[in-house]
């Protein structure tokens, strides 16, 4: 028996050897494609800077491109072409980057954009000014990107690049529309069966688009008739191999129909989604403490609808508490944080939102104050900094908590007041290195925290559900992270507030150092 199974493993071992020694490296696919290239047989090259790109190799996605954009091996795509010099880039490919730089530079299978063509190039240039410090010769490179320095005045495709790059394709305005669709994320490979598929349409002035045709493997979808700039249409796919086509009317006629064919991603089918667990707590009528706050619940209410539409975004499921004036006593909101840690996986996310008071007491603690707090007796009827870290520790996975709380001893008609110093020390004592837990707090330093009927919120929960509804979303991205979230944060409030002295708001921000997702658009 020992014999047949030393026997087995001398067979498997030379079998994976043998294995090992049929599959090619990616240094090896390189050095066949530019074998390949050399020789001017395009087809090959162009299949084995393929094999290399699908394994993730940078520069043989962008050496794919240039096939695409060239059409050498393979059927000319400006689609295609941007999509490996996306990816390229993406890994910090240089190459890469000034490719993608110029597409956008004279509107290559995209629709022209100066600014992010040079935002493209500029990175680009560090990065070749890095190599030639250390002996490369990239002075070609680097003078293309000097030749794309100016905004440009040309038509598209008159490009005063090398001529080696450009096709040399003449600039055509058909009285017909043009269509180009904008490869999603990840292209060609898609995990979502909903997807938003980006689109620009090319029409003269005085012959505007009139009508949309989009399918879905030869099925028509429902689309809207007429079409504004920045368009998008989502699609159901199935879980297979699919064709995307978008066409275009106008008085003329109908565009040449744009395909855009996509791969099904079965390594990402059983992927498990995150649930999201919600705990809302908004207080505008108090028991003890006075004036009462006017916006708190609305806050609250308006912060849950927005959360509530991120389903699929990526989150499996979303559960969400709302504890509302009579309900949000120190007793309910500390068992719903114990809820909280005994539901939440590893792999889920808690969002905390509590619109509502802050207190402290004459040395200088903070509390978070539930409808039943009494100021004779802070300690026993709130929640201090301390205790409610410790919950925070309990539950498992990411936790982000959104505060909009202010600090009675300061309160202002109009205001959440909050000595924003004191608001951030209790922020860094609720945050303690736990990974993944982030806080979002609604004033700091010298600041107070507003609320103005006309903002019909208080401005940080204004400011906040704005960026969940889309408003934070720049061009091209497909999430919102944390990080970005905050510079949101503190760019709008100072519009909300438009720089009046007597109403100086920042937000606080603290969180351990990760920047992470926190929902897809």
Same mark, same amino acid.
């Given at each position: ?62 050496? %794919? /491109?240039?096939? *695409?954009?060239? =059409? #050498? $091996?393979?059927? &000319?795509?400006?689609?295609? +072409?941007?999509? @490996?010099? !996306? ?12 490719? %993608? /730089?110029?597409? *956008?530079?004279? =509107? #290559? $299978?995209?629709? &022209?954009?100066?600014?992010? +063509?040079?935002? @493209?190039? !500029? ?399």
């Amino acid at each position: 028996m020992k014999k047949t199974v030393c026997i087995l493993w001398l067979l498997c071992t030379v079998l994976a050897s043998a294995i090992a020694q049929q599959t090619p490296t990616t240094a090896q696919i390189m050095s066949k494609a530019s074998e390949y290239w050399a020789k001017q047989d395009y087809t090959q090259a162009a299949s084995w800077y393929r094999k290399a790109a699908e394994r993730g190799d940078a520069t043989a996605q962008n050496c %794919l /491109g240039n096939c *695409y954009f060239s =059409g #050498k $091996g393979v059927d &000319q795509s400006d689609m295609y +072409a941007l999509a @490996w010099y !996306q990816r390229a880039a993406a890994q910090d490919n240089p190459d890469g980057m000034v490719n %993608l /730089g110029y597409c *956008y530079y004279i =509107g #290559k $299978g995209i629709a &022209q954009d100066y600014d992010t +063509a040079m935002s @493209w190039l !500029q990175k680009a240039k560090v990065l070749y000014t890095r190599a030639r410090k250390k002996g490369a010769d990239v002075q070609k490179e680097l003078d293309r990107i000097n030749a794309m320095s100016k905004k440009p005045t040309f038509a598209q495709n008159a490009s005063p690049i090398p001529a080696s790059f450009v096709t040399g394709e003449a600039p055509v305005t058909p009285a017909s529309p043009v269509v180009k669709i904008i490869p999603p994320e990840g292209f060609p490979y898609f995990s979502e069966t909903q997807l938003e598929i980006r689109y620009s349409v090319d029409t003269p002035p005085d012959n505007p688009v009139k009508e949309v045709k989009v399918t879905v493997n030869g099925e028509i979808q429902p689309t809207a008739r007429v079409v504004k700039k920045g368009r998008s249409v989502t699609v159901t796919l199935p879980k297979d191999d699919s064709s995307i086509s978008i066409s275009a009317r106008n008085n003329t006629g109908w565009s040449e129909t744009e395909f855009l064919r996509l791969k099904w991603d079965k390594s990402k089918e059983n992927l498990i989604r995150p649930n999201l667990y919600v705990l809302a707590i908004g207080i505008n009528d108090y028991d003890q403490i006075h004036p009462p706050l006017k916006m708190a619940v609305k806050d609250m209410n308006d912060f849950v609808r927005v959360v509530e539409k991120k389903k699929h975004a990526p989150y499996e499921n979303i559960y969400v508490t709302k504890l509302s004036d009579k309900e949000a006593t120190r007793q309910k909101i500390e068992d719903e944080l114990c809820q909280l840690a005994a539901r939440a996986e590893s792999t889920d996310f808690t969002f905390i939102f509590f619109a509502g008071h802050g207190l402290k007491d004459n040395k200088d603690r903070f509390y978070l104050a539930p409808v039943d707090a009494n100021i004779e007796m802070i300690r026993s009827s709130c929640i201090d900094a301390d205790r409610f870290s410790g919950y925070l520790d309990d539950i498992r996975g990411k936790v982000v908590v959104f505060a909009d709380a202010c600090y009675s001893g300061a309160l202002l008609q109009g205001r959440r007041s909050v000595s924003s110093l004191d608001m951030q020390k209790v922020v860094s004592e609720m945050n303690r290195a736990k990974p993944g837990r982030y806080i979002y707090a609604s004033s700091e330093d010298d600041t107070v925290s507003n609320e103005l009927p006309e903002w019909k919120n208080g401005a940080f929960t204004k400011a906040l559900i704005e960026a969940f509804e889309g408003k934070a979303k720049a061009e091209g991205q497909k999430a919102l992270t944390t990080v970005e979230l905050m510079n949101f944060l503190r760019k709008r409030m100072k519009e909300i507030i438009k720089g009046d002295n007597n109403r100086k708001q920042i937000p606080g921000f603290d969180g351990w150092n990760e920047e992470f997702p926190l929902f897809t658009y």
